[in-house]
């Protein structure tokens, strides 16, 4: 077992079965299934950075979505539109997550994830609210909207809504689906290959396949003439 340490704040570990990261996230892939899946990606990146890019995706899911919730109830939607858009995404980004993972975005997910700026965004908007002078640019919340969004932020930072829809997930997906985790991982992988030119193991066989062939019909045509 190797203990890895990128950062005070997180932690992972490699065991036999795969990574476990101090985030309380599950990979069932090991070091060497990585660079056997994408030759020589480990070589530009360290095992470490690719696993925290994918803890950060998977964060979002939770981060994201409470974030761009604040700020629908900010505006001057009403609150049943606030809700319809805000559950909407919600359920997108989680369902969809892995489709939206580039390397280009990373740096925006990892800042949205910080739990400073949630917090910054939640509190210093009711503060501001209670505080604006006339004049100012006035978010008028009412006692409704404001209850919502106190409700709606604890019921997500706190993973209750994520626990039940992982319940149910379980409850309604195949035995064969893979989790969200591996996912997220995979496509990690795929895109940082890509970044770097590199293809995944089954490519990578393809493409040898197909030059051996070429090779082969123009080594016979050469002898044909």
């Not at 609210?129 to 409700?151: H, K, M, P, R, Y």
């Amino acid at each position: 077992m190797s203990n890895k340490r990128n950062k005070s704040e997180w932690e992972l570990v490699e065991l036999p079965g795969g990574f476990r990261t101090s985030f309380g996230y599950w990979y069932t892939m090991t070091t060497e299934g990585i660079e056997s899946y994408v030759p020589g990606l480990l070589k530009l990146y360290p095992v470490e950075h690719l696993v925290r890019i994918a803890d950060d995706w998977l964060r979002s899911r939770e981060q994201l979505p409470a974030l761009v919730f604040m700020l629908l109830v900010y505006s001057p939607l009403s609150i049943s539109i606030t809700l319809v858009l805000g559950s909407a995404f919600y359920l997108l980004w989680r369902a969809q997550l892995s489709a939206f993972i580039y390397p280009w975005g990373h740096p925006g997910i990892r800042w949205i994830c910080e739990n400073t700026l949630l917090y910054i965004a939640f509190i210093g908007g009711l503060s501001y609210d209670s505080v604006a002078l006339e004049g100012w640019v006035q978010l008028g919340l009412s006692s409704l909207e404001i209850t919502t969004l106190i409700g709606s932020f604890l019921l997500i930072k706190t993973g209750l809504i994520s626990m039940v829809l992982h319940l149910l997930n379980v409850r309604f997906s195949s035995e064969y689906s893979t989790a969200i985790t591996d996912r997220v991982l995979n496509m990690v992988l795929i895109r940082y290959g890509y970044k770097e030119g590199l293809l995944t193991g089954n490519l990578k066989t393809m493409q040898d396949k197909f030059i051996r062939v070429a090779n082969y019909h123009q080594t016979r045509k050469k002898n044909k003439s």
